[in-house]
């Protein structure tokens, strides 16, 4: 051996050793992760114990806990505050109830098929071919990849397969919960219910079910009602999301929950197009089961087809209705939304529909442009009326071209003084619609939907193209990717002003006719997703005559929405408070606009216009050539506190201090996100008796921070000392409000 080799020997020794302690090491580490840890760490945020078939979730406050039954079905265990995986064991089927209530009904499945005793609500419904309608679901495998999991069940008989995907955001307490049904049979499969997700809620509660409801000018009114046995559906058979309820549930319970406290279930799907909630209680069972609304469906998949349900979203708090509504919007903001998890602070804007409504030319819209922004406007808003022959909402709707005589030199004179004049440019646009009286119309009156031979219903005047169909959806995106490569456009506000009707698709063939309620839809959300990679600046505002399209599917490709054509500032207060039990403030636009507002009459003074809308995104919508200088002079200081406050509002977190509903005082605080800064808005309806308001308490603040106080008056921004989290809190501030309509905000920033 020479001097080299013997040199070497040791160190090979050594290495050899290093590696062997490595291998050990990595051993240990990988019986620790996969054998001990499951059982133990519940941290970790899915868990999967082999041998009792047995899955954890785990996710911010919640665990969601389910298993394979002795039969093999899906059964759910648990779901509720936090406790360890190793508290739970191996699912086993309940007992039936006498020979009535059979044991597949009383044992709470996963996602059930309608089929064997299933009388509960069924997730699945289906017909084969051979005309049986029995769907029996069987697991058969599981795919455990982090935070995603993906359970296969199949039909007892059939190669009938559901795979159930569930993903858990561990830090929000939210679950995502959706289905693909794949039809691996050698015929054809019709479904007729496919729903995203079954919820079940623990079995002895006595639970009382908010939901919110409206109409137009009404969106957004939030209701509460008991649980009885029984069925409660609230959904949408209208094509779209609706306003006659939104699909957002939050379910607590009677004696234990407030706005702070207790335990709160709550749920969201994330669907643009017709969908049903269906709570259900029975003698010993509450169920939420949501997806597609299976009224009319009939979804046909042929062999080795498979239809994929939109995203049930749900959660559990014991932090009561206010931290639900909280979870919800850092979801939105940090999951959901264009741009999360820094979704872009919303510019303020202008927006000239009911200073102009449809008489827009290139001169009136500069000189509301010039006005616009002398008071510190971000983005200015042309709404309908500057295309085809839309000189009214008779008229145009589908001629997605230029006015030439509103606007001689095309838009580009007009997009480049709004930017000279430091705003970017946002233009309005209903491209799901045509009106019969248009050019559009005229060549393919076969694009709308419709039964054949049969009248077409107009709502406003105009009918719904098929966006199902791949033309009419090429047609579409075609035309918005021109309009935007030509013209500088920052923000489209997205329309859609009526609902379907005669849902009719002639040239389908006749048993995928039904399929209109999905594809759409689907079509729908591929066109904006192709127009938002192509330009990726572009924001969206969606819209449907206010509020009736926004639920989770839209939030993703909608930077802002708007949720009423209502823009009375009274009636906002309980519009907005709806809201935001679903809905994050950022993208909540609320627009200051003349009175007496076009709605109630009603007179509100500017102030008090002002305050209401910086509870959300903050826009303006009143005729400015009419502002007297001291209307002027009021709006651009409002303007300028919105923007020292409007990150805190947008995106921190608020807290319903006292509700609009229940009081003619009401107020709202908001928390940044860094906790330095914390804005409070109080709204006084109407003084009597000469009655000061009550004392506020504001909540959650370090009780040792030192606040600076800022309140906004009509013309100044008031220092008004410094005051400490325990003041705030416990000693509450004495707000100067009295008379009609009063409203003020602080503004407290965090000092020590
Ligand atoms: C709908 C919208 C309004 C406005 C008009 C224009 O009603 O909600 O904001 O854009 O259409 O026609």
Redesign the pocket.
């Known amino acids: 051996m020479d001097a080299n080799e013997s040199e070497l020997r040791p160190q090979a020794v050594s290495g050899k050793l290093r590696l062997r302690a490595v291998v050990t090491f990595l051993l240990v580490l990988i019986f620790v992760s996969c054998v001990l840890s499951p059982l133990t760490n519940a941290a970790t945020p899915i868990t999967f114990d082999e041998k009792q078939r047995l899955w954890v979730l785990q996710s911010g406050e919640a665990t969601y806990a389910f298993g394979v039954n002795e039969r093999g079905e899906l059964q759910h265990l648990y779901w509720g505050k936090r406790i360890g995986a190793q508290d739970l064991t191996k699912a086993h089927s309940l007992p039936e109830w006498a020979s009535f209530d059979l044991s597949t009904t009383t044992t709470p499945q996963e996602y059930p098929g309608w089929g064997a005793g299933l009388y509960v609500e069924p997730a699945l419904k289906a017909t084969f071919a051979n005309g049986n309608r029995d769907v029996v679901l069987y697991y058969v495998d599981q795919k455990l990849e982090a935070n995603n999991l993906e359970i296969t069940l199949k039909d007892e008989i059939s190669a009938l397969f559901v795979h159930l995907h569930y993903r858990v955001y561990p830090d929000s307490g939210i679950l995502e919960r959706s289905a693909q049904i794949e039809n691996r049979t050698s015929e054809e499969v019709t479904l007729e219910s496919a729903q995203s997700a079954s919820w079940t809620l623990p079995r002895d509660g006595s639970y009382r079910l908010h939901y919110l409801t409206g109409r137009w000018a009404g969106e957004w009114q939030l209701q509460t009602e008991t649980l009885q046995i029984g069925k409660r559906v609230i959904e949408s058979r209208r094509g779209s999301t609706g306003n006659e309820a939104n699909p957002w549930f939050a379910i607590d319970e009677t004696d234990k929950t407030d706005e702070t406290h207790g335990p709160v279930w709550f749920g969201q799907l994330g669907w643009s197009g017709s969908w049903r909630f269906t709570i259900e209680r029975t003698s010993d069972q509450y169920r939420v089961t949501g997806g597609f609304n299976p009224f009319d469906f009939g979804y046909r998949l042929s062999p080795g087809e498979s239809l994929q349900t939109p995203p049930f979203y749900a959660g559990f708090t014991d932090g009561g209705l206010g931290e639900a509504s909280r979870i919800l919007h850092r979801y939105q903001l940090e999951q959901i939304l264009p741009g999360s998890p820094h979704p872009r602070i919303r510019p303020v804007l202008y ?1 000239s ?1 009911e200073a102009t ?2 008489s827009v030319d290139e001169a009136g819209q500069m000189a509301l442009a010039e006005k616009a922004a002398r008071l510190g406007v971000e983005r200015f808003v042309v ?3 500057w295309f085809g022959e839309r000189n009214n ?1 008779h008229a145009g709707l589908g001629d997605w071209y230029v006015n030439s005589r509103k606007f001689p030199r095309g838009l580009k004179s007009l997009i480049d003084r709004v930017h000279q004049l430091g705003m970017d440019f946002g233009l ?1 646009v ?1 491209p799901e619609m045509v009106n019969p009286d248009s050019d559009l119309y005229r060549r393919h009156p076969d694009w709308v939907m419709n039964f054949r031979g049969r009248p077409r219903t107009e709502g406003r005047n105009q009918l719904v193209l098929n966006l199902a169909r791949d033309d009419v959806k090429e047609y579409i995106f075609s035309g918005l990717d021109r309009l935007v490569t030509e013209n500088d456009i920052g923000l489209l ?1 997205w ?1 859609y ?1 009526r609902n379907w009707s005669e849902p009719g698709w002639p040239e389908a063939p006749f048993a995928d006719q039904k399929k209109i309620w999905v594809r759409y839809v689907q079509n729908l959300y591929d066109i904006i997703d192709r127009l938002r990679s192509k330009h990726p600046r572009l924001e969206i505002e969606g ?4 509020g009736a399209r926004v639920d989770l599917g839209m939030l993703r490709r909608v930077d802002q929405v ?1 949720p009423s ?1 209502n823009t009375d500032a009274l009636d906002r207060l309980t519009i907005q408070y709806g809201f935001t039990q679903a809905y994050s403030p950022h993208v909540m636009m609320a627009w200051v606009t003349d009175v007496p507002n076009g709605i109630n009459d009603r007179v509100t003074p500017l102030r008090f216009r002002f305050l209401v809308a910086m509870t959300g995104s903050l826009g303006v919508g009143g005729n400015l050539n009419k502002w007297s200088d001291d209307e002027i002079a009021v709006a651009s200081k409002m303007i300028s506190f919105y923007k020292q406050i409007r990150a805190t509002v947008q995106d921190g977190n608020l807290v319903r201090l006292v509700s609009p509903i229940e009081s003619e005082f009401s107020a709202i605080q908001y928390v940044s996100q860094d906790s330095q800064q914390v804005v409070v808005f109080a709204f006084l309806h109407s003084q009597q008796f000469g009655r000061s308001v009550p004392l506020l308490y504001l909540q959650g603040l370090p009780e040792d921070a030192m606040y600076s106080v800022t309140t906004i008056d009509n013309r100044s921004e008031e220092h008004t000392g410094k005051l400490s989290g325990a003041y705030l809190m416990h000693h509450g501030i004495q707000l100067r409000l009295g008379g009609d309509y009063d409203a003020t905000a602080m503004k407290l920033d965090r000092v020590q």
Request: proline share 0%; glycine share 16%; net charge negative.
């Open positions: 927006n529909w409504e449809f709404d309908d009326g909402d309005w209903e506000k329309d002003n819209c449907s005559g206010g708007w054509d």
